[in-house]
C-alpha cells in the first residue's frame, strides 16, 4: 500500500530550527515530484515547497523563501524540509505529497496526514 509518513514535527520557539521528514513506501518514489504543503487553523492548504523527481529543481512560497530548504533522497525513499528562523505564522500542520501524471495524463496525488509544527514562545 501507498504510504508517507510525516515525522519531525513538534515545538519550537520563534527563530528556532525543525526538520521534516517524509518517507514514503509503496510507489515508484523517484518518479514523482515531492511537495510539502501546510494548513493552518481556519486557512486554505498552500503550496510551501516542492522538488523535481530528480532533486534538480526545487520552489519555494514565497513567504519561506531564504528560511526553508527542501531536499530528497531516493535512494531512502525520504524527502526533508530544513526549516530555519521560524516564525508564529509557519504554525501549521504540514503535509507530505506526492503527484505524478500516468499513461492517460491522469494526476497521481498522494497525501501523508501531516505533521503539527506549533512556532510559539
Known amino acids: 500500500q501507498v504510504q508517507l509518513v510525516e515525522s519531525g514535527g513538534g515545538l519550537v520557539q520563534p527563530g528556532g530550527s525543525l526538520r521534516l521528514s517524509c518517507a514514503a513506501s509503496?510507489?515508484?518514489?523517484?518518479?514523482?515530484?515531492m511537495s510539502w504543503y501546510r494548513q493552518a487553523p481556519g486557512k486554505e492548504r498552500e503550496l510551501v515547497a516542492r522538488?523535481?523527481?530528480?532533486?534538480?529543481?526545487?520552489n519555494y512560497a514565497d513567504s519561506v523563501k531564504g528560511r526553508f530548504t527542501i531536499s530528497r533522497d531516493n535512494a531512502l525513499k525520504t524527502v526533508y524540509l530544513q526549516m530555519n528562523s521560524l516564525k508564529p505564522e509557519d504554525t501549521a500542520v504540514y503535509y507530505c505529497?506526492?503527484?505524478?501524471?500516468?499513461?492517460?495524463?491522469?494526476?497521481?496525488?498522494?497525501w501523508g496526514k501531516g505533521t503539527l509544527v506549533t512556532v510559539s514562545s
Open positions: 522538488i523535481s523527481s530528480g532533486g534538480g529543481n526545487t
Open positions: 509503496g510507489f515508484s518514489f523517484s518518479s514523482y515530484v
Open positions: 505529497n506526492a503527484e505524478a501524471v500516468n499513461y492517460f495524463k491522469e494526476r497521481l496525488m498522494y
